[in-house]
């Protein structure tokens, strides 16, 4: 494979970010749980404020109301996320196993991809632990809703980071 010279310097960055932030997740999971979930709330809150500002200072363009309708949906969204948040917890619970599972599917067809590469088995053992992560969570939901996201994105984070130190060893 034909890559710039700086793409494994790129991966070795990415994955000791991915690493560090796995670590602060398995060590604090709680606290991960609600950063995750406040964050989230928080984007789509300014998603919203932004795209009603769009809207609002072009009224007469193209799809007014269906943008205008979108807007309120993400602000109320990010609203009941940012008063609620332990409800927001609970469902982004059940929102993170199904992510889990689909993304541990995408990490197994890109390690496909790379499979010429030395450590492409790293990257397809991070996608079948996170298939792993995606059913633990859906089995132990919502008991394990305070915990879990913080947890389990860690490790996951831990296991993203670490497949891709192993694939920079590659270049």
């Known amino acids: 494979m034909d890559h710039p010279a700086w793409y494994g310097k790129t991966l070795y960055v990415e994955g000791i970010c991915f690493l560090l932030l796995g670590i602060v997740g398995v ?3 709680v606290i991960m749980t609600f950063a995750v979930e406040l964050l989230i709330g928080t984007l789509f809150l300014a998603g919203g404020l932004v795209q009603g500002w769009r809207a609002l200072t072009t009224p007469k363009l193209p799809g007014f109301w269906p943008s205008i309708l979108s807007a309120i949906l993400y602000i109320i969204v990010g609203c009941l996320l940012l008063f609620y948040p332990l ?3 609970v469902t982004l619970t059940f929102l993170l196993a ?8 995408f990490q197994i067809i890109f390690s496909t991809a790379v499979r010429p590469l030395m450590n492409w088995g790293w990257v397809l053992l991070s996608g079948i632990v996170t298939l792993i992560l995606g059913f ?36």
């Open 87 to 89: 409800k927001g917890v």
């Open 98 to 105: 199904i992510f889990f599972l689909v993304e541990g599917l």
């Open 27 to 29: 060590f604090a999971p």
């Open 136 to 171: 633990l969570i859906w089995s132990g939901w919502p008991g394990t809703s305070l915990w879990a996201i913080g947890l389990l994105v860690g490790i996951n984070l831990i296991f993203y980071g670490a497949s891709r130190l192993f694939l920079a060893r590659s270049y």
